[in-house]
């Protein structure tokens, strides 16, 4: 039983030291021999002070009323990538089951492996850098999302890193505005502009979302969900901590708990101490005596520094000594005492074991690997507890071919914490050490941590021996209900709810069994004053989907998958890919001919454990239909193109999207490849999709769960195209000649070679999505361009494009007369239209949902252009649902479509914004009447013109502006005559400062564009 405790008093953590003493690690041989003096060390000691501070000062907030909004104001600003799975997946089970679910499901099963799988990718996505604190950072976040729906178990934390004290000064002020604001003047405090809207739109969600009807009365609300999703959401809280406990490393565990619970200190005393020791268990005139055998609790590392011991006897309590890695905090060399606190002595520890890593990174970068060793060592051991100085110093030791060195770092880093990394620098070792089954085994560890790990599978391979080709097994194509699908950053997410026959029955209330009454008590709490309802007993199917597993798997070894799933939906799929031209001409049509079709063998009972594990990935509840060699449309819309593949209602299928030109463009220094290119073929569409049930006169619903591009291919282009083959919005302006910009995309991020210093977060979205058009419609297209080209026969570029036979494909094995039906008479994809088509709207992303007239039986859907920033082209792969609102064209009015775009959207707040009028300033200084066309040309004139004096060439400039995610808003189109339009670019995708200055800019050389091979630009 926990010991009584007699004695209290708090002293600081180097009067601890002080009392305790140090002598054994002082004589002890250390790597580190610099005492830590925060009076020498001026700027640690500020920095240490403020973060105290600023720590107090949240909780200063905390205590008093205004907890939700300093709490949405931190998770906006510091963690917005962590917010995205909790508040998705409480909304989804709220929306499908009523706001009390949680309240009884909160720790089933489905629950915790959804956060299991949130943690890893957390993990992942933080990198080994800093995995083992990627926990914490990433579920104090998911708290603070708590914390402003009021959950009483979070309200009264604070936060304590280096990392928030940018944010202090503005801290204190937003503090010391609240406390002067009188309380029954003051509602809510002021925000950003940005914020505001957040605010907003998350009070929108929860009043649509949680504001469910009760089982009693039809059309009344549940007066009780704001309760029911505090105390939910509190539950679920609990079931969190209990997910990342299996996570813990080192009693980082310990961290993460006082972060989600009111306290962590033994002695009950309800505190984090701030920093300091909390000596309750402490006994003046016991410090002699010997610890007892007892259960001991493991030092947090990060916190209390308190040992307590459940012993026979309630007296015996004990005083601990603090080892801090052989650095006596009490010594200085001028004498002065150290008042460092504990927090404040860790956080130094861990900033001088990065600035030694730091270090031994520029000396790992500049092939000094002695030297990097060193500092890495250095690094270990004055901050032990972070596994990423271990994984550091192996990659050292690989470069050094010190094998066994290498492998040991690694074990000890994997003995901390798994990661992809420590696998796979230790298999190198061993494979180096002639091990290679320990090194297969490394290697799928990797694969496991990170399913398409490009170097990880070409490893593996090589050491692999040549497998037999297997049977072919027959997977069935699962079906998902149509409410079912949902996505989140990475990790698409599904959920449906089961059949009252295959779930789980929940417990029951009138169990007279007074051992499961006491279970069902431990288990849940106090039951709630509310009874459970119907929805409380459903069981919801989770269902994680983690897409680059599945495209993993069909680019190694899952691409019988992929024909068996054709072969299901009565397609062909072609025995090779697309040729090198890459513009998606295959065998599938010689196939088809010759009546071969390339369908595995079914029922094969035997199956190799590589294809049993593919079958795990393979299983989750998604349909993909390849497209890259069989469904590819180029430059045409025609209802008589049938589709190539049918899918149901609520089926959730990924599509696979060559970029716009069919892979003309390469990733090169020359744009000779952009002036030569052949437009006729332009667009490469993928579809048509058919669908189940669609008729003339529906609305076809297609939700763009997520979109990715190839991992292979991480590169996307910009261009600007010459007058005479393309020309575009300024083509007469610049007199265009072809130029283009490369894009590395990495993550969310782009850069290009050929426009330095700018770097962006891009919104991937397909350019063109639509329907196919009736004989009728299409009539009607083709009837009035040809009427607008006959007006301005010589505009140059042209005002619109008739039907051109040159180029046409259609990826199918048709007859020849319906192929030359479909050429002289397929509208040009180049413009939208009543069917969707070409509107390159930015935000139709992840998440984004259209609906769409259908004017065909099937609707016949199609989709490309994808752009993982305005002004980019790259191939990729779709992942979409569908569904049907019957009539939906006469309910909505639907004469073209409409969009919802999704909630993901890059947050720059800082822009520099150029005006633009309806007068040709940069031209003839012609006056036009409220012509927006123009006053958006010379916005973006006058941006170019801004940016060539930063030191950009007029071209770089363009292609900028044609991939940066700039807004563009209409400012005034009633005070005739001028339009007013203006352009904003954000400067947060700058490196460097381009605001306005007294002095003007100093010009920089940024070199320039990829031009022509004859140098004409």
Not at 74 to 92: D, E, G, N, Q
Request: proline share 6%; aromatic share 8%.
């Amino acid at each position: 039983m926990p010991a009584k405790y007699s004695h209290v008093k708090k002293r600081s953590a180097s009067g601890l030291l002080k009392k305790a003493g140090n002598a054994h690690v002082k004589d002890a041989p250390h790597h580190y021999t610099r005492v830590p003096n925060p009076h020498i060390d001026r700027s640690i000691s500020k920095a240490m002070t403020a973060v105290s501070q600023l720590e107090r000062g949240i909780a200063r907030i905390l205590l008093i009323r205004y907890e939700q909004d300093i709490a949405r104001l931190f998770s906006t600003r510091l963690y917005s990538i962590a917010l995205i799975h909790l508040p998705t997946f409480v909304m989804r089970c709220i929306s499908l089951t009523g706001p009390s679910w949680l309240v009884y499901n909160h720790d089933c099963e489905e629950i915790k492996d959804f956060f299991r799988a949130a943690i890893s990718m957390d993990m992942r996505q933080a990198g080994e850098r800093v995995a083992t604190k990627s926990v914490l950072w990433s579920y104090t976040a998911l708290r603070h999302f708590a914390m402003s729906n009021n959950v009483s178990i979070c309200a009264k934390r604070g936060l304590h890193s280096l990392r928030l004290l940018e944010y202090y000064p503005a801290l204190i002020a937003h503090v010391d505005a609240l406390e002067a604001m009188p309380p029954p003047v003051f509602s809510k405090p002021p925000h950003l502009g940005s914020l505001q809207e957040g605010q907003e739109a998350l009070e929108d969600a929860c009043e649509l979302k949680y504001r469910l009807l009760n089982d009693q009365g039809a059309g009344g609300w549940d007066k009780d969900w704001r309760a029911k999703v505090r105390l939910g959401y509190e539950r679920l809280a609990q079931t969190l901590w209990k997910v990342a406990r299996e996570f813990d490393v080192r009693g980082y565990g310990m961290v993460l708990r006082e972060k989600l619970t009111s306290k962590w200190c033994d002695c009950g005393c309800s505190t984090d101490h701030l920093g300091e020791v909390c000596e309750r268990t402490v006994r003046e005139e016991e410090e002699e005596s010997g610890v007892r055998v007892g259960k001991q609790r493991e030092w947090d590392g990060r916190g209390s520094g308190v040992y307590g011991w459940e012993t026979e006897e309630e007296e015996d309590i004990w005083e601990v000594e603090l080892d801090f890695g052989g650095m006596d905090p009490d010594a200085s060399d001028d004498g002065v005492d150290s008042e460092m606190t504990i927090g404040e002595i860790m956080e130094w520890r861990f900033f001088k074991a990065e600035q030694e890593k730091e270090e031994g990174n520029i000396a790992f970068r500049q092939g000094d690997f002695k030297k990097a060793v060193n500092f890495y060592e250095i690094a270990h051991d004055i901050e032990p507890e972070l596994p990423h100085y271990q994984l550091n110093l192996a990659a050292a030791h690989l470069k050094l071919c010190n094998w066994m060195e290498a492998e040991k770092a690694c074990t000890k880093a994997l003995s901390q914490h798994r990661s992809s990394k420590g696998y796979y620098r230790r298999a190198r070792a061993r494979r180096m050490l002639k091990r290679p089954d320990e090194a297969i085994r490394d290697l799928r560890a990797v694969l496991k941590l990170q399913p398409k790990n490009v170097e990880a599978i070409a490893e593996l391979a090589s050491l692999l021996p040549p497998e037999r080709p297997s049977p072919k097994p027959k997977i069935k194509k699962p079906v998902i209900p149509a409410a079912s699908s949902a996505s989140s950053s990475s990790i698409p997410l599904a959920l449906s709810p089961s059949s009252s026959s295959s779930s789980k029955p929940g417990p029951n209330p009138g169990d007279p069994t007074a051992a499961d009454s006491k279970r069902r008590r431990a288990e849940q709490g106090k039951q709630p004053p509310w009874p459970r309802s119907k929805l409380d007993e459903r069981r919801l199917k989770v269902v994680l989907i983690p897409a680059s597993a599945a495209e993993m798997a069909f680019e190694e070894y899952g691409r019988q998958y992929a024909r068996q799933a054709a072969a299901a939906a009565g397609c062909t799929y072609p025995n090779s890919v697309a040729g090198k031209n890459g513009k998606g001409k295959s065998t599938a049509a010689a196939a088809a001919a010759s009546g071969k079709r390339p369908v595995g063998k079914a029922g094969s009972k035997t199956k190799s454990s590589r294809i049993k594990e593919m079958e795990e990935i393979m299983r989750a509840e998604t349909v993909v239909y390849p497209s890259w060699d069989r469904a590819c449309t180029i430059a045409g819309s025609s209802p008589d193109i049938p589709p190539f593949v049918t899918v149901k209602p609520g089926e959730t299928f990924k599509i696979e999207c060559v970029d716009w030109t069919g892979a003309q463009i390469g990733n090169n220094d020359t744009s000779d490849d952009v002036r030569n290119v052949d437009l006729t073929k332009v667009h490469n569409l993928s579809g048509p999709i058919g669908v189940e049930g669609a008729e003339p006169g529906d609305c076809l619903v297609v939700d763009i769960l997520d979109i990715n591009y190839y991992d292979k291919m991480p590169w996307g282009y910009t261009g600007i195209f010459e007058l005479e083959n393309g020309g575009g919005l300024l083509a007469k302006e610049f007199n265009s000649k072809a130029a283009k910009a490369i894009w590395d995309l990495k993550g969310v991020y782009a850069t290009s070679r050929h426009i330095p210093g700018v770097r962006f977060a891009g919104v991937t979205h397909p350019g063109i999505v639509g329907t196919a058009p009736s004989a009728e419609l299409l009539a009607k297209w083709n009837e009035r361009e040809r009427g607008l080209i006959a007006q301005n026969a010589s505009a140059l570029p042209p005002v619109a494009y008739s039907p051109e036979p040159k180029g046409s494909y259609v990826g199918q094995d048709l007859s020849p007369e319906l192929r030359e039906k479909i050429a002289q008479e397929g509208a040009r994809t180049i413009p939208g239209r009543e069917h969707g088509g070409n509107c390159d709207i930015k935000n139709l992303s992840k998440g984004s949902r259209c609906y769409l007239p259908v004017f065909v039986p099937g609707a016949n859907f199609s989709v490309g252009d994808l752009h993982f920033s305005q002004g980019d082209g790259e191939a990729g792969i779709v992942t979409f649902s569908t569904s049907i609102i019957k009539g939906g064209v006469e309910k909505f009015a639907l004469k073209q479509p409409i969009f919802l775009p999704s909630p993901i959207d890059p947050l720059y707040t800082s822009q520099v914004v150029f005006e633009g009028i309806s007068v040709d300033i940069h031209g003839d200084g012609k006056q036009y009447d409220m012509d927006t066309t123009v006053a958006f040309k010379q916005a973006a004139l006058n941006a170019i013109a801004y940016l060539q004096k930063v030191g950009y060439t007029r071209e770089q400039a363009y292609l900028l502006l044609s991939a940066a995610p700039i807004e563009s808003h209409v400012g005034a189109i009633v005070d005739s005559p001028n339009a007013c339009v203006t352009l904003g670019i954000p400067t947060g995708i700058f490196e460097h400062d381009i605001l306005p200055r007294p002095e003007g800019f100093a010009k920089r050389d940024f070199g320039q564009c990829a031009i022509r091979s004859d140098g004409v630009v």
